[in-house]
Protein backbone atom coordinates (compact mmCIF):
# COMPACT_ATOMS: atom_id res chain seq x y z
CA UNK A 1 0.00 0.00 0.00
CA UNK A 2 1.11 3.42 -0.58
CA UNK A 3 0.23 6.61 0.93
CA UNK A 4 -1.19 9.17 -1.02
CA UNK A 5 1.02 12.10 0.60
CA UNK A 6 4.77 11.55 1.73
CA UNK A 7 5.43 14.43 3.89
CA UNK A 8 2.94 15.95 6.74
CA UNK A 9 4.44 19.40 5.48
CA UNK A 10 2.03 18.78 2.65
CA UNK A 11 -1.30 18.30 4.28
CA UNK A 12 -3.74 21.12 3.70
CA UNK A 13 -5.10 22.81 7.12
CA UNK A 14 -7.94 20.80 5.80
CA UNK A 15 -6.16 17.33 6.09
CA UNK A 16 -4.93 18.28 8.89
CA UNK A 17 -8.07 18.89 10.68
CA UNK A 18 -9.46 15.55 9.31
CA UNK A 19 -6.35 13.78 10.50
CA UNK A 20 -6.35 15.65 14.23
CA UNK A 21 -9.76 14.39 14.52
CA UNK A 22 -9.09 10.64 13.72
CA UNK A 23 -6.43 10.77 15.73
CA UNK A 24 -8.90 11.97 18.91
CA UNK A 25 -10.83 9.23 18.25
CA UNK A 26 -7.86 6.89 18.40
CA UNK A 27 -6.50 8.11 21.04
CA UNK A 28 -10.07 7.88 23.31
CA UNK A 29 -10.29 4.41 22.01
CA UNK A 30 -7.08 3.16 23.03
CA UNK A 31 -7.55 4.44 26.67
CA UNK A 32 -10.94 3.10 26.70
CA UNK A 33 -9.41 -0.34 25.61
CA UNK A 34 -6.90 0.32 28.83
CA UNK A 35 -9.64 0.88 31.03
CA UNK A 36 -11.35 -2.26 29.80
CA UNK A 37 -8.39 -4.49 30.24
CA UNK A 38 -8.00 -3.31 33.48
CA UNK A 39 -11.29 -3.70 34.46
CA UNK A 40 -11.07 -7.47 32.91
CA UNK A 41 -8.18 -8.49 35.33
CA UNK A 42 -10.14 -9.16 38.26
CA UNK A 43 -11.79 -11.35 36.15
CA UNK A 44 -9.55 -14.08 35.90
CA UNK A 45 -9.00 -16.50 38.31
CA UNK A 46 -5.04 -17.24 37.38
CA UNK A 47 -2.00 -14.93 37.94
CA UNK A 48 -0.96 -15.77 34.57
CA UNK A 49 -4.09 -14.37 32.28
CA UNK A 50 -4.30 -11.58 35.44
CA UNK A 51 -0.27 -10.55 33.98
CA UNK A 52 -1.39 -10.54 29.87
CA UNK A 53 -4.55 -9.08 30.76
CA UNK A 54 -2.57 -6.18 32.37
CA UNK A 55 0.21 -6.33 29.66
CA UNK A 56 -3.09 -5.79 27.03
CA UNK A 57 -4.02 -2.92 29.33
CA UNK A 58 -0.75 -1.38 29.07
CA UNK A 59 0.33 -1.72 25.50
CA UNK A 60 -3.38 0.20 25.04
CA UNK A 61 -1.91 3.01 26.90
CA UNK A 62 1.24 3.04 24.68
CA UNK A 63 -0.14 2.91 21.71
CA UNK A 64 -2.19 6.09 23.10
CA UNK A 65 0.45 7.55 23.75
CA UNK A 66 2.18 6.66 20.26
CA UNK A 67 -0.74 8.41 18.99
CA UNK A 68 -0.22 11.88 21.19
CA UNK A 69 3.71 11.71 20.46
CA UNK A 70 2.75 11.70 16.58
CA UNK A 71 0.14 13.83 16.87
CA UNK A 72 2.31 16.58 19.23
CA UNK A 73 5.29 16.20 16.72
CA UNK A 74 3.20 16.81 13.73
CA UNK A 75 1.40 19.95 15.47
CA UNK A 76 -2.00 18.33 15.87
CA UNK A 77 -3.97 18.70 19.00
CA UNK A 78 -6.56 15.84 19.46
CA UNK A 79 -8.82 15.66 22.00
CA UNK A 80 -9.01 13.14 24.00
CA UNK A 81 -12.36 12.64 26.28
CA UNK A 82 -13.57 9.47 27.74
CA UNK A 83 -16.77 10.74 28.45
CA UNK A 84 -17.38 11.72 24.59
CA UNK A 85 -21.12 10.26 24.31
CA UNK A 86 -20.54 7.39 21.58
CA UNK A 87 -17.67 5.68 23.81
CA UNK A 88 -19.07 6.70 27.36
CA UNK A 89 -22.05 4.45 26.40
CA UNK A 90 -19.95 1.96 24.73
CA UNK A 91 -17.76 1.64 28.12
CA UNK A 92 -21.05 1.74 30.27
CA UNK A 93 -22.07 -1.23 28.81
CA UNK A 94 -18.75 -2.80 29.28
CA UNK A 95 -18.66 -2.17 32.83
CA UNK A 96 -22.10 -3.62 33.28
CA UNK A 97 -20.79 -7.10 32.14
CA UNK A 98 -17.60 -6.46 33.74
CA UNK A 99 -19.35 -5.98 37.26
CA UNK A 100 -21.39 -8.87 36.33
CA UNK A 101 -18.11 -11.00 36.04
CA UNK A 102 -19.06 -11.82 32.33
CA UNK A 103 -15.52 -12.29 30.75
CA UNK A 104 -17.35 -13.96 27.66
CA UNK A 105 -18.69 -10.64 27.58
CA UNK A 106 -16.45 -8.36 28.14
CA UNK A 107 -14.19 -10.20 25.39
CA UNK A 108 -16.88 -9.58 23.19
CA UNK A 109 -16.88 -6.03 23.20
CA UNK A 110 -13.19 -5.46 23.66
CA UNK A 111 -11.60 -8.04 21.25
CA UNK A 112 -14.15 -8.71 18.85
CA UNK A 113 -15.93 -5.71 18.35
CA UNK A 114 -13.27 -2.21 19.39
CA UNK A 115 -11.07 -4.05 18.34
CA UNK A 116 -12.47 -5.29 14.81
CA UNK A 117 -13.11 -1.42 14.71
CA UNK A 118 -9.81 -0.12 15.69
CA UNK A 119 -7.85 -2.70 13.30
CA UNK A 120 -10.03 -1.96 10.09
CA UNK A 121 -10.03 2.24 11.02
CA UNK A 122 -6.15 1.69 11.31
CA UNK A 123 -5.39 -0.19 8.19
CA UNK A 124 -7.70 1.69 6.17
CA UNK A 125 -5.66 5.33 7.46
CA UNK A 126 -2.29 3.96 7.09
CA UNK A 127 -3.02 3.35 3.09
CA UNK A 128 -3.86 7.06 2.65
CA UNK A 129 -2.02 9.11 5.15
CA UNK A 130 1.63 10.59 5.09
CA UNK A 131 4.47 8.38 6.26
CA UNK A 132 4.99 9.49 9.85
CA UNK A 133 0.92 8.61 10.18
CA UNK A 134 1.06 5.54 8.18
CA UNK A 135 3.48 4.22 9.73
CA UNK A 136 2.15 4.58 13.17
CA UNK A 137 -1.32 3.41 12.04
CA UNK A 138 -0.12 0.14 10.58
CA UNK A 139 2.07 -0.67 13.66
CA UNK A 140 -0.67 -0.39 16.11
CA UNK A 141 -3.21 -1.65 13.84
CA UNK A 142 -1.02 -4.65 13.61
CA UNK A 143 -0.20 -5.35 17.13
CA UNK A 144 -4.07 -4.98 17.66
CA UNK A 145 -4.70 -7.84 14.91
CA UNK A 146 -2.55 -10.20 17.83
CA UNK A 147 -5.19 -9.29 20.52
CA UNK A 148 -8.13 -10.98 18.66
CA UNK A 149 -6.04 -14.32 18.05
CA UNK A 150 -5.82 -14.65 21.88
CA UNK A 151 -9.89 -14.32 22.14
CA UNK A 152 -10.67 -16.57 19.18
CA UNK A 153 -8.94 -19.34 21.75
CA UNK A 154 -11.44 -18.80 24.66
CA UNK A 155 -14.19 -17.40 22.90
CA UNK A 156 -14.79 -20.05 20.74
CA UNK A 157 -14.22 -22.92 23.90
CA UNK A 158 -17.37 -21.02 25.22
CA UNK A 159 -19.32 -21.76 21.67
CA UNK A 160 -18.44 -25.31 21.83
CA UNK A 161 -19.06 -26.04 25.84
CA UNK A 162 -22.90 -24.40 24.85
CA UNK A 163 -23.43 -22.50 21.31
CA UNK A 164 -27.34 -21.72 21.90
CA UNK A 165 -25.84 -19.69 25.27
CA UNK A 166 -22.97 -17.82 23.36
CA UNK A 167 -24.71 -16.86 20.53
CA UNK A 168 -27.55 -15.32 22.87
CA UNK A 169 -24.87 -13.27 24.41
CA UNK A 170 -23.31 -12.24 21.80
CA UNK A 171 -26.00 -11.29 20.43
CA UNK A 172 -27.42 -9.29 23.31
CA UNK A 173 -23.83 -7.76 23.17
CA UNK A 174 -24.08 -6.76 19.91
CA UNK A 175 -27.15 -4.98 20.10
CA UNK A 176 -26.01 -3.28 22.72
CA UNK A 177 -22.47 -1.76 21.83
CA UNK A 178 -22.30 -2.75 17.80
CA UNK A 179 -25.45 -0.49 17.41
CA UNK A 180 -23.55 2.31 19.00
CA UNK A 181 -20.24 1.56 16.61
CA UNK A 182 -22.51 1.52 13.43
CA UNK A 183 -24.30 4.31 14.63
CA UNK A 184 -20.74 6.69 15.15
CA UNK A 185 -19.96 5.33 11.43
CA UNK A 186 -23.79 6.15 10.43
CA UNK A 187 -24.98 8.65 7.74
CA UNK A 188 -26.45 10.60 11.17
CA UNK A 189 -25.50 11.37 14.58
CA UNK A 190 -28.03 10.14 16.59
CA UNK A 191 -25.76 11.32 19.74
CA UNK A 192 -25.27 14.80 18.02
CA UNK A 193 -21.79 16.22 18.30
CA UNK A 194 -19.51 12.96 19.14
CA UNK A 195 -17.27 14.81 21.56
CA UNK A 196 -14.12 14.31 19.82
CA UNK A 197 -14.77 16.00 16.60
CA UNK A 198 -12.90 19.77 16.48
CA UNK A 199 -15.47 21.51 14.80
CA UNK A 200 -18.31 19.59 12.72
CA UNK A 201 -18.55 16.22 12.31
CA UNK A 202 -15.39 14.84 10.29
CA UNK A 203 -16.94 12.46 8.44
CA UNK A 204 -18.50 14.58 5.87
CA UNK A 205 -14.75 15.56 5.27
CA UNK A 206 -12.98 12.34 4.99
CA UNK A 207 -12.75 12.35 1.30
CA UNK A 208 -10.09 15.13 1.91
CA UNK A 209 -7.70 12.30 3.08
CA UNK A 210 -8.98 9.71 0.46
CA UNK A 211 -11.38 8.31 2.88
CA UNK A 212 -14.88 7.34 3.21
CA UNK A 213 -17.23 6.23 5.80
CA UNK A 214 -19.09 3.83 3.66
CA UNK A 215 -15.85 2.36 3.13
CA UNK A 216 -15.01 2.68 6.90
CA UNK A 217 -18.03 1.05 8.35
CA UNK A 218 -17.83 -1.64 5.15
CA UNK A 219 -14.32 -2.60 6.38
CA UNK A 220 -15.04 -2.82 10.05
CA UNK A 221 -17.79 -4.87 9.59
CA UNK A 222 -15.97 -7.23 7.45
CA UNK A 223 -13.51 -7.54 9.94
CA UNK A 224 -15.99 -7.70 12.79
CA UNK A 225 -17.98 -10.52 10.79
CA UNK A 226 -14.73 -12.39 9.47
CA UNK A 227 -13.72 -12.58 13.52
CA UNK A 228 -17.14 -14.05 14.23
CA UNK A 229 -16.72 -16.79 12.04
CA UNK A 230 -13.94 -17.69 13.19
CA UNK A 231 -15.25 -18.05 16.93
CA UNK A 232 -17.65 -20.45 15.03
CA UNK A 233 -20.84 -18.53 15.36
CA UNK A 234 -23.35 -19.45 12.44
CA UNK A 235 -23.24 -16.87 9.56
CA UNK A 236 -27.07 -16.81 9.59
CA UNK A 237 -27.13 -15.52 12.96
CA UNK A 238 -24.98 -12.91 12.55
CA UNK A 239 -26.13 -11.73 9.42
CA UNK A 240 -29.22 -11.06 11.24
CA UNK A 241 -27.67 -9.10 13.89
CA UNK A 242 -25.97 -6.87 11.35
CA UNK A 243 -28.92 -6.62 9.19
CA UNK A 244 -30.68 -5.33 12.17
CA UNK A 245 -27.59 -2.18 12.59
CA UNK A 246 -28.34 1.34 11.50
CA UNK A 247 -27.16 2.17 8.50
CA UNK B 1 -24.28 -29.31 22.16
CA UNK B 2 -26.92 -28.09 20.32
CA UNK B 3 -24.62 -27.50 17.28
CA UNK B 4 -26.85 -27.58 13.70
CA UNK B 5 -26.13 -31.38 11.86
CA UNK B 6 -23.32 -30.85 10.36
CA UNK B 7 -23.90 -30.71 6.52
CA UNK B 8 -23.20 -33.18 3.95
CA UNK B 9 -23.18 -30.75 1.30
CA UNK B 10 -23.17 -26.90 0.77
CA UNK B 11 -24.94 -24.88 -2.64
CA UNK B 12 -22.13 -21.78 -2.46
CA UNK B 13 -24.37 -19.13 -5.03
CA UNK B 14 -24.95 -15.49 -5.02
CA UNK B 15 -28.29 -13.31 -6.26
CA UNK B 16 -29.03 -12.20 -9.71
CA UNK B 17 -30.75 -8.79 -8.88
CA UNK B 18 -29.92 -6.28 -6.56
CA UNK B 19 -33.78 -7.13 -5.62
CA UNK B 20 -33.27 -10.31 -4.12
CA UNK B 21 -30.41 -9.00 -1.56
CA UNK B 22 -32.89 -6.44 -0.89
CA UNK B 23 -35.21 -9.33 0.03
CA UNK B 24 -32.86 -11.03 2.25
CA UNK B 25 -31.35 -8.06 4.39
CA UNK B 26 -34.97 -6.58 5.00
CA UNK B 27 -36.55 -9.94 6.03
CA UNK B 28 -33.83 -10.03 8.53
CA UNK B 29 -34.68 -7.00 10.36
CA UNK B 30 -37.11 -6.09 12.42
CA UNK B 31 -40.62 -5.34 11.23
CA UNK B 32 -40.69 -1.95 13.23
CA UNK B 33 -37.52 -1.04 11.53
CA UNK B 34 -37.42 1.86 8.43
CA UNK B 35 -36.30 -0.46 5.53
CA UNK B 36 -32.92 -0.15 4.24
CA UNK B 37 -32.49 2.27 1.24
CA UNK B 38 -31.04 1.13 -1.77
CA UNK B 39 -27.93 3.21 -1.01
CA UNK B 40 -27.23 1.74 1.93
CA UNK B 41 -27.76 -2.16 0.89
CA UNK B 42 -25.64 -1.20 -1.70
CA UNK B 43 -23.24 0.36 0.29
CA UNK B 44 -23.09 -2.85 2.91
CA UNK B 45 -23.77 -5.95 0.94
CA UNK B 46 -19.82 -5.88 -0.65
CA UNK B 47 -18.33 -6.17 2.82
CA UNK B 48 -20.20 -9.03 3.68
CA UNK B 49 -17.99 -11.46 4.07
CA UNK B 50 -19.30 -15.25 2.28
CA UNK B 51 -21.72 -16.96 4.78
CA UNK B 52 -24.19 -19.65 5.53
CA UNK B 53 -27.87 -18.29 5.25
CA UNK B 54 -29.94 -21.44 4.88
CA UNK B 55 -29.94 -24.68 6.24
CA UNK B 56 -32.22 -27.64 4.23
CA UNK B 57 -32.51 -31.57 4.28
CA UNK B 58 -33.38 -33.22 1.26
CA UNK B 59 -33.98 -36.70 1.03
CA UNK B 60 -34.54 -39.70 -1.88
CA UNK B 61 -37.75 -41.26 -1.39
CA UNK B 62 -38.44 -42.84 1.24
CA UNK B 63 -34.54 -42.59 1.65
CA UNK B 64 -32.67 -40.81 5.41
CA UNK B 65 -32.67 -36.87 5.15
CA UNK B 66 -29.29 -35.69 4.41
CA UNK B 67 -28.38 -32.24 5.76
CA UNK B 68 -27.01 -29.14 3.12
CA UNK B 69 -26.50 -25.55 4.07
CA UNK B 70 -26.61 -22.38 1.51
CA UNK B 71 -23.66 -20.48 1.57
CA UNK B 72 -23.93 -16.53 -0.11
CA UNK B 73 -21.02 -15.51 -1.31
CA UNK B 74 -22.40 -11.93 -1.69
CA UNK B 75 -21.23 -11.35 -5.02
CA UNK B 76 -23.15 -8.52 -6.28
CA UNK B 77 -24.63 -7.77 -9.47
CA UNK B 78 -22.93 -4.75 -9.63
CA UNK B 79 -19.18 -6.74 -9.57
CA UNK B 80 -20.37 -9.44 -11.95
CA UNK B 81 -21.58 -6.21 -14.12
CA UNK B 82 -18.32 -4.66 -13.67
CA UNK B 83 -16.01 -8.10 -13.87
CA UNK B 84 -14.07 -7.50 -10.89
CA UNK B 85 -12.89 -10.81 -11.12
CA UNK B 86 -10.21 -11.41 -8.83
CA UNK B 87 -12.37 -9.47 -5.71
CA UNK B 88 -15.13 -12.42 -6.90
CA UNK B 89 -12.49 -15.23 -6.91
CA UNK B 90 -11.85 -14.13 -3.20
CA UNK B 91 -15.51 -14.08 -2.71
CA UNK B 92 -15.74 -17.89 -3.88
CA UNK B 93 -12.87 -19.60 -2.19
CA UNK B 94 -14.06 -17.73 1.01
CA UNK B 95 -17.55 -19.16 0.42
CA UNK B 96 -15.87 -22.39 -0.12
CA UNK B 97 -13.84 -21.69 3.23
CA UNK B 98 -17.38 -21.23 4.97
CA UNK B 99 -18.77 -24.84 3.90
CA UNK B 100 -15.29 -26.60 4.99
CA UNK B 101 -15.81 -24.36 8.64
CA UNK B 102 -19.15 -26.32 8.90
CA UNK B 103 -17.75 -29.80 7.70
CA UNK B 104 -19.63 -30.01 4.42
CA UNK B 105 -17.98 -32.74 2.43
CA UNK B 106 -19.00 -31.88 -0.73
CA UNK B 107 -19.65 -27.74 -2.26
CA UNK B 108 -21.85 -27.51 -5.74
CA UNK B 109 -20.84 -23.97 -7.26
CA UNK B 110 -23.52 -21.69 -8.47
CA UNK B 111 -23.92 -19.39 -11.29
CA UNK B 112 -20.62 -16.72 -11.68
CA UNK B 113 -19.16 -19.16 -8.80
CA UNK B 114 -18.83 -22.35 -11.28
CA UNK B 115 -17.20 -20.17 -14.41
CA UNK B 116 -14.59 -18.55 -12.07
CA UNK B 117 -13.42 -21.89 -10.83
CA UNK B 118 -13.61 -23.64 -14.27
CA UNK B 119 -11.44 -21.09 -15.72
CA UNK B 120 -9.28 -21.22 -12.81
CA UNK B 121 -8.71 -25.18 -12.14
CA UNK B 122 -7.57 -24.80 -8.45
CA UNK B 123 -7.32 -27.50 -6.90
CA UNK B 124 -10.13 -28.36 -4.05
CA UNK B 125 -8.96 -27.81 -0.29
CA UNK B 126 -8.59 -30.64 1.77
CA UNK B 127 -11.83 -32.39 2.69
CA UNK B 128 -14.05 -30.92 0.64
CA UNK B 129 -15.06 -31.94 -3.16
CA UNK B 130 -16.32 -29.36 -5.52
CA UNK B 131 -18.37 -29.73 -8.75
CA UNK B 132 -19.59 -27.41 -10.86
CA UNK B 133 -22.95 -28.36 -10.48
CA UNK B 134 -22.58 -28.13 -15.15
CA UNK B 135 -23.64 -31.35 -15.36
CA UNK B 136 -26.90 -31.53 -13.45
CA UNK B 137 -27.66 -28.33 -15.60
CA UNK B 138 -27.11 -29.66 -18.74
CA UNK B 139 -29.57 -32.37 -18.28
CA UNK B 140 -32.10 -30.25 -16.82
CA UNK B 141 -31.48 -28.09 -20.18
CA UNK B 142 -31.58 -31.15 -22.21
CA UNK B 143 -35.42 -32.09 -20.50
CA UNK B 144 -36.68 -28.65 -20.60
CA UNK B 145 -36.48 -28.40 -23.97
CA UNK B 146 -37.75 -32.08 -24.67
CA UNK B 147 -40.62 -31.13 -22.03
CA UNK B 148 -41.02 -27.36 -24.42
CA UNK B 149 -40.78 -29.00 -27.76
CA UNK B 150 -43.38 -31.94 -26.22
CA UNK B 151 -45.28 -29.55 -24.41
CA UNK B 152 -46.23 -27.31 -28.20
CA UNK B 153 -46.44 -30.96 -30.09
CA UNK B 154 -43.06 -30.34 -31.94
CA UNK B 155 -40.81 -32.94 -32.82
CA UNK B 156 -36.97 -32.00 -32.14
CA UNK B 157 -36.02 -33.88 -35.12
CA UNK B 158 -37.49 -31.01 -37.64
CA UNK B 159 -36.48 -28.40 -35.36
CA UNK B 160 -32.74 -25.88 -36.27
CA UNK B 161 -31.42 -26.02 -32.73
CA UNK B 162 -29.12 -22.69 -31.82
CA UNK B 163 -26.55 -23.31 -29.13
CA UNK B 164 -24.87 -19.69 -27.68
CA UNK B 165 -22.21 -20.48 -25.71
CA UNK B 166 -21.61 -23.39 -27.53
CA UNK B 167 -17.66 -24.10 -26.21
CA UNK B 168 -18.92 -23.23 -22.52
CA UNK B 169 -19.16 -26.26 -20.26
CA UNK B 170 -22.76 -26.25 -20.04
CA UNK B 171 -23.21 -25.23 -24.27
CA UNK B 172 -21.07 -28.04 -25.28
CA UNK B 173 -22.48 -30.46 -23.08
CA UNK B 174 -26.10 -29.90 -24.85
CA UNK B 175 -24.43 -30.10 -28.13
CA UNK B 176 -23.22 -33.00 -27.59
CA UNK B 177 -26.12 -34.31 -26.44
CA UNK B 178 -28.12 -32.94 -29.48
CA UNK B 179 -26.27 -33.65 -32.51
CA UNK B 180 -28.04 -35.78 -34.52
CA UNK B 181 -31.40 -35.46 -32.95
CA UNK B 182 -31.98 -32.27 -34.83
CA UNK B 183 -32.70 -31.13 -38.26
CA UNK B 184 -29.74 -28.91 -37.71
CA UNK B 185 -26.81 -27.68 -35.21
CA UNK B 186 -26.16 -24.02 -34.98
CA UNK B 187 -23.45 -22.97 -32.98
CA UNK B 188 -22.82 -19.31 -31.62
CA UNK B 189 -19.57 -18.73 -28.91
CA UNK B 190 -16.63 -15.51 -28.90
CA UNK B 191 -13.57 -18.09 -28.86
CA UNK B 192 -13.27 -18.53 -32.69
CA UNK B 193 -10.35 -21.22 -32.64
CA UNK B 194 -12.73 -23.39 -29.77
CA UNK B 195 -15.65 -22.89 -32.02
CA UNK B 196 -14.27 -24.18 -35.10
CA UNK B 197 -12.68 -27.09 -33.04
CA UNK B 198 -15.90 -27.87 -31.52
CA UNK B 199 -18.11 -27.39 -34.62
CA UNK B 200 -15.45 -30.05 -36.67
CA UNK B 201 -15.74 -32.31 -33.78
CA UNK B 202 -19.80 -32.39 -34.37
CA UNK B 203 -19.98 -32.04 -37.82
CA UNK B 204 -18.80 -36.10 -37.81
CA UNK B 205 -21.68 -36.88 -36.64
CA UNK B 206 -24.54 -34.08 -37.58
CA UNK B 207 -25.01 -30.97 -39.52
CA UNK B 208 -23.11 -28.36 -37.90
CA UNK B 209 -22.28 -25.03 -38.38
CA UNK B 210 -20.59 -21.96 -35.92
CA UNK B 211 -20.42 -18.61 -36.18
CA UNK B 212 -19.31 -16.15 -33.38
CA UNK B 213 -21.92 -13.86 -34.87
CA UNK B 214 -25.51 -14.44 -32.75
CA UNK B 215 -27.33 -12.19 -35.28
CA UNK B 216 -26.04 -14.38 -38.35
CA UNK B 217 -28.28 -17.58 -36.89
CA UNK B 218 -30.92 -16.54 -34.62
CA UNK B 219 -33.68 -15.93 -37.41
CA UNK B 220 -33.16 -19.68 -38.83
CA UNK B 221 -33.20 -21.21 -35.33
CA UNK B 222 -36.36 -22.53 -34.13
CA UNK B 223 -35.19 -23.52 -30.84
CA UNK B 224 -32.74 -20.93 -28.94
CA UNK B 225 -30.52 -22.37 -26.15
CA UNK B 226 -28.85 -19.48 -24.69
CA UNK B 227 -25.96 -20.61 -22.36
CA UNK B 228 -23.70 -17.14 -22.30
CA UNK B 229 -23.82 -15.54 -18.82
CA UNK B 230 -23.49 -12.33 -19.77
CA UNK B 231 -25.15 -9.53 -17.53
CA UNK B 232 -27.32 -8.03 -20.30
CA UNK B 233 -28.93 -10.69 -22.61
CA UNK B 234 -26.82 -11.57 -26.28
CA UNK B 235 -29.77 -10.66 -28.64
CA UNK B 236 -33.94 -9.76 -28.22
CA UNK B 237 -36.29 -11.88 -28.82
CA UNK B 238 -37.58 -9.97 -31.86
CA UNK B 239 -34.41 -11.05 -33.72
CA UNK B 240 -35.79 -14.83 -33.26
CA UNK B 241 -38.04 -16.60 -35.83
CA UNK B 242 -41.70 -16.43 -34.76
CA UNK B 243 -42.37 -19.51 -32.44
CA UNK B 244 -39.23 -20.70 -31.55
CA UNK B 245 -38.55 -22.10 -28.44
CA UNK B 246 -36.38 -20.22 -26.02
CA UNK B 247 -34.25 -22.16 -23.23
CA UNK B 248 -32.72 -18.80 -21.27
CA UNK B 249 -30.08 -21.20 -19.39
CA UNK B 250 -27.46 -18.27 -18.71
CA UNK B 251 -26.76 -16.95 -15.44
CA UNK B 252 -28.36 -14.22 -14.70
CA UNK B 253 -32.01 -15.24 -16.42
CA UNK B 254 -32.37 -12.42 -18.63
CA UNK B 255 -34.37 -12.76 -21.81
CA UNK B 256 -37.62 -11.56 -21.03
CA UNK B 257 -40.81 -12.39 -23.73
CA UNK B 258 -41.94 -9.08 -25.44
CA UNK B 259 -44.88 -7.60 -24.04
CA UNK B 260 -48.05 -7.85 -25.65
CA UNK B 261 -46.28 -10.42 -28.40
CA UNK B 262 -45.98 -13.81 -26.95
CA UNK B 263 -44.94 -15.34 -30.42
CA UNK B 264 -41.65 -17.36 -28.74
CA UNK B 265 -41.94 -19.77 -26.11
CA UNK B 266 -39.37 -18.60 -23.47
CA UNK B 267 -38.86 -20.67 -20.22
CA UNK B 268 -35.53 -20.67 -17.51
CA UNK B 269 -33.64 -23.56 -18.91
CA UNK B 270 -31.77 -25.81 -16.21
CA UNK B 271 -34.22 -25.64 -13.15
CA UNK B 272 -34.84 -28.99 -11.55
CA UNK B 273 -37.75 -29.27 -8.78
CA UNK B 274 -37.08 -31.51 -5.70
CA UNK B 275 -39.95 -33.97 -5.33
CA UNK B 276 -39.78 -34.40 -1.67
CA UNK B 277 -39.33 -30.51 -1.32
CA UNK B 278 -37.40 -28.77 0.67
CA UNK B 279 -37.11 -29.11 4.41
CA UNK B 280 -38.05 -27.35 6.61
CA UNK B 281 -39.83 -24.53 5.02
CA UNK B 282 -40.47 -21.11 5.90
CA UNK B 283 -36.19 -20.25 6.17
CA UNK B 284 -34.87 -17.35 4.97
CA UNK B 285 -33.90 -18.48 1.32
CA UNK B 286 -37.48 -18.36 0.55
CA UNK B 287 -37.77 -14.72 1.10
CA UNK B 288 -35.28 -14.16 -1.53
CA UNK B 289 -35.08 -17.82 -3.61
CA UNK B 290 -38.28 -18.30 -5.09
CA UNK B 291 -39.86 -19.21 -8.53
CA UNK B 292 -43.38 -19.75 -9.48
CA UNK B 293 -42.87 -23.17 -8.99
CA UNK B 294 -42.49 -24.61 -5.28
CA UNK B 295 -39.24 -26.38 -4.53
CA UNK B 296 -37.10 -25.55 -7.51
CA UNK B 297 -33.74 -24.64 -7.73
CA UNK B 298 -31.30 -24.24 -10.21
CA UNK B 299 -29.42 -27.30 -11.62
CA UNK B 300 -25.91 -26.00 -10.02
CA UNK B 301 -27.96 -25.81 -7.05
CA UNK B 302 -28.89 -29.41 -6.62
CA UNK B 303 -26.59 -31.23 -7.94
CA UNK B 304 -24.62 -31.13 -4.76
CA UNK B 305 -27.81 -32.73 -2.97
CA UNK B 306 -28.15 -34.87 -5.90
CA UNK B 307 -24.62 -36.16 -5.22
CA UNK B 308 -25.30 -36.28 -1.35
CA UNK B 309 -28.43 -38.71 -1.48
CA UNK B 310 -26.36 -40.98 -3.40
CA UNK B 311 -23.60 -40.71 -1.04
CA UNK B 312 -21.03 -39.48 -4.41
CA UNK B 313 -19.05 -37.12 -2.63
CA UNK B 314 -16.81 -36.46 -5.55
CA UNK B 315 -16.09 -34.00 -7.96
CA UNK B 316 -19.09 -34.90 -10.38
CA UNK B 317 -18.35 -31.96 -12.40
CA UNK B 318 -14.99 -30.00 -13.14
CA UNK B 319 -13.07 -27.86 -15.59
CA UNK B 320 -14.53 -27.32 -19.00
CA UNK B 321 -15.68 -29.33 -21.33
CA UNK B 322 -15.73 -33.08 -20.00
CA UNK B 323 -19.45 -33.25 -19.71
CA UNK B 324 -20.32 -36.63 -22.22
CA UNK B 325 -23.68 -37.97 -23.15
CA UNK B 326 -22.88 -40.60 -20.93
CA UNK B 327 -22.03 -38.53 -17.89
CA UNK B 328 -25.10 -36.67 -18.23
CA UNK B 329 -26.92 -40.11 -18.33
CA UNK B 330 -25.19 -41.30 -15.43
CA UNK B 331 -26.18 -37.44 -13.51
CA UNK B 332 -30.04 -37.99 -14.71
CA UNK B 333 -30.10 -41.47 -12.83
CA UNK B 334 -28.45 -40.18 -9.64
CA UNK B 335 -31.13 -37.31 -10.05
CA UNK B 336 -33.84 -39.50 -10.25
CA UNK B 337 -33.31 -41.26 -7.48
CA UNK B 338 -32.73 -38.05 -5.28
CA UNK B 339 -36.40 -37.38 -6.67
CA UNK B 340 -35.58 -34.25 -8.79
CA UNK B 341 -36.96 -33.54 -12.00
CA UNK B 342 -37.21 -31.06 -14.64
CA UNK B 343 -39.30 -27.93 -13.22
CA UNK B 344 -42.40 -27.32 -15.14
CA UNK B 345 -41.40 -24.52 -17.54
CA UNK B 346 -41.80 -20.80 -16.55
CA UNK B 347 -40.03 -17.64 -17.29
CA UNK B 348 -39.87 -14.45 -15.54
CA UNK B 349 -43.51 -13.67 -16.19
CA UNK B 350 -44.75 -16.81 -14.47
CA UNK B 351 -45.52 -20.50 -15.47
CA UNK B 352 -46.23 -21.46 -19.29
CA UNK B 353 -49.80 -21.53 -20.17
CA UNK B 354 -49.38 -24.69 -21.21
CA UNK B 355 -48.21 -26.00 -17.77
CA UNK B 356 -51.41 -25.36 -16.03
CA UNK B 357 -53.81 -26.10 -19.06
CA UNK B 358 -55.75 -29.73 -18.34
Excluded at chain 2, 269 to 274: E, K, P, V, W
Aim: net charge neutral; charged share 20%; aromatic share 6%.
Amino acid sequence: MSSTYASASELTARQRSVYTDILSQAITGELVGMANYAAMVRLYSDEESQRDTLIRATSELNHSERFRRVARDLGMTPIVNLEAPYWNRIRSVFLEYADAKDLVACLLIQEVMLESFAYSMYHAVADVACERLSTIFRAIGNEEDGHVDHAVKYLNAALTADREEFENKAERVHDAVMTTLAEMLGENDSAGHCGLCSGSCVKGALDQVGLDRATLRGLALNRYLSTLDRLGVRGERSLAWVARLPM
Amino acid sequence: MNDPPAPAFAAIGHQESWSQIEAMLQALRAPAQKPLSAVQIRETVPWIPPRTVGRLQVSAPGGIPVHGIYVETFITPSELALRQTNRMLGKVRDGIRAAQREGARLATLGGFTSILMESMAEEAPDGIALTTGNTLTAALIVRGVERAAGLLGRGLADETLLIIGATGDVGSACARRFAGRTRRLLLVARNRQRLETECATLRRSCDAAASTDVLEYLRQATVVISAASTAQPEFTLDRCALNAIVCDAGYPKNIRPPSGAPRRHVFWGGMGRLDGGFQPQGTLCEKFYTFPVSDTAHGCMLEGAVLAVNNRFEPFSRGRGHITVERMEEMWLLADRAGVTVAPLFNGDGLWPEEVRP
